[in-house]
């Protein structure tokens, strides 16, 4: 960590490190917002464990295709307007086949009443495309990425074997490769924060406001995948992009999503949240099906914003208005 | 288990209901015919970028015109250039992050990139000599462009080299996000699941 984003990177620790010694952790106020959905997903290719078997009885392989919400969570401590992940934007170019009910996250932030130049902060769980996409929609937020996640895209792109290395590897196909979900488009926005001086490339544990942290999960998804644990009336939260895709998984341990995942350390990331909240409920995933259902009760209260897309009120800080209609 | 188990056998008797289900089955033969006509009309047909993109990613069942033998070859012959280029652009802007991390220094980061614009040149000049059907000359015009871009692009960031002016970088980033965002159309009709939810 030297030059610019380490001087930035650096400031900005210390300007923390400051606000923990001067500043009490607040509770902060949550929603979460559906970017999008992908539609018609085999469950098994999903979570393995919940793999369709016909004419089955069981609870677990009874289910055949489910729908996955793209969450992203809003989350207003005083002052300061946090996104943890920053969903992807649906455009006339980029589709993504089975798509339905993509909205921009700056026109669903102000059904919430804030404004896309309100968010100081996006702390992203991990860098692949339906996760840190729109940073350039955000101007004056400042990313949090994970220095780890960056290196462990430039490994698997420099890497001898094409296996390994490959972007995308055949016509209609991702394959899986670590250097798979992370088109060019995605990482120049994520360059383009690094150059404007509104990136901190994190290193581990961070905390970025008082009661605010940042836990590393590397390899739980994404080799630099991080967790965000946010104070709120209802308890401490842990949100975890796709280290935690499925709140199912969380509450019965069971994998999801594997991707480049190593699944130990998805395991690992469960119990961080267990050990954080005190069970799984306050676990907040990125693609559970149940999302805004009275299923995955966080996420309960619940409305349809912008086209079709989802909204669910978490927590309120005291003071703070409800922004349910 | 039931699957296993076997009924009696008895001889067969045409009837009323047999009549009637030879009918339907000529009926539906009929229709999945003239379906197939259709589709072979909608085959030939231009790709355009406001083809219906329905069903799951996972699902493999896009409903959307396949493309031509012509289309399919061009795309076929597209695609490791494409992919070698979605490497290219990736390492420039790593080349670029590593220099901002302070890992390498402005000369060798001008090393990783200055290759890169023979890379971006060669492509261009490789993708200029497929044969492309009419039906995806915009979509040829935009990949060369967007590699036009990569080139000026990587020009533009090795010149910091010479007098250490970041603005060299940022203007290299916009050209770079721009390729990155016509490359992306380019895929959108050629290889619409080349990305898959992550």
Not at chain 1, 58 to 68: A, E, G, Q, R, Y
Not at chain 2, 43 to 59: C, K, Q
Not at chain 2, 142 to 171: C, N, P, T, W
Request: one cysteine or more.
């Amino acid at each position: 960590m030297k030059k610019l984003v380490g001087a930035v990177t650096i400031a900005l620790a210390a300007y923390g490190a400051l606000g923990a010694a001067t500043a009490q952790a607040q509770n902060c106020s949550v929603w979460l917002v559906e970017s999008s959905r992908f539609m018609n997903v085999p469950f098994g290719a999903f979570m393995p464990d919940r793999a369709y078997v016909p004419g089955s009885n069981s609870p677990n392989n009874s289910i055949n295709t489910v729908d996955l919400p793209v969450n992203v969570g809003v989350i207003k401590c005083g002052k300061e307007l946090i996104l943890y992940d920053s969903g992807w934007k649906q455009t006339d170019y980029f589709k993504m086949t089975g798509t339905e009910h993509a909205a921009p996250l700056p026109d669903q932030l102000k059904m919430l009443g804030f404004s896309a130049n309100d968010v100081t902060k996006i702390v992203v769980g991990h860098g692949h495309w339906d996760h840190a996409g729109q940073l350039m929609d955000f101007p004056n937020a400042v990313l949090y990425i994970q220095k780890e996640e960056l290196k462990g895209i430039e490994w698997a792109l420099n890497y001898p074997n094409q296996r390994i290395s490959a972007v995308n590897t055949s016509p209609g196909g991702c394959m899986r490769t670590p250097a798979c979900g992370y088109p060019p488009k995605t990482l120049d926005e994520i360059y383009g924060k690094v150059l404007s001086g509104k990136a901190v490339l994190v290193e581990g544990e961070m905390e970025v406001i008082p009661g605010v942290k940042i836990h590393p999960a590397f390899r739980a998804h994404t080799a630099g995948s991080q967790l965000l644990e946010v104070p709120t009336s209802i308890g401490k939260l842990v949100f975890g992009s796709d280290a935690y895709s499925s709140w199912e998984a969380i509450r019965d341990w069971m994998i999801a999503n594997p991707q480049q995942t190593d699944t130990v350390q998805q395991f690992l990331a469960y119990e961080k949240c267990y050990k954080i909240t005190g069970g799984y409920q306050n676990c907040v995933a990125a693609h559970e099906p149940l999302s805004y259902t009275d299923k995955y009760p966080l996420t309960k209260n619940s409305w349809i914003g912008i086209n079709g897309s989802r909204m669910a009120e978490i927590a309120l800080a005291s003071g703070e208005r409800s922004r349910k209609p | 288990m039931s699957a296993l188990v076997s009924t009696p056998r008895r001889a067969p008797r045409i009837g009323l209901k047999q009549i009637a289900l030879g009918v339907l089955l000529v009926g539906l033969g009929a229709v999945a015919a003239l379906a197939m006509v259709r589709e072979g009309r909608r085959a030939t047909a231009p790709v355009s970028n406001s083809a219906t993109l329905e069903g799951g990613a996972f699902a493999g069942h896009p409903q959307r015109a396949a493309l031509t033998p012509e289309e399919e070859n061009y795309a076929a012959a597209l695609w490791p250039i494409h992919a070698q280029i979605k490497t290219s652009a990736v390492q420039m802007t790593f080349a670029g992050l590593s220099y901002k991390m302070g890992d390498i220094d402005r000369t060798a980061m001008k090393d990783r990139v200055a290759p890169l614009t023979k890379v971006f040149r060669d492509a261009r000049s490789e993708a200029s000599r497929l044969e492309v059907p009419a039906s995806l000359q915009k979509q040829h015009e935009q990949f060369l462009g967007a590699l036009k871009l990569y080139e000026a692009a990587s020009v533009e960031m090795v010149k910091i080299a010479r007098d250490g002016k970041e603005e060299h970088l940022v203007e290299a980033q916009k050209m770079s996000y721009a390729a990155s965002e016509d490359t992306l159309r380019v895929g959108d009709a050629l290889w619409p699941g080349e990305y898959k939810p992550n």
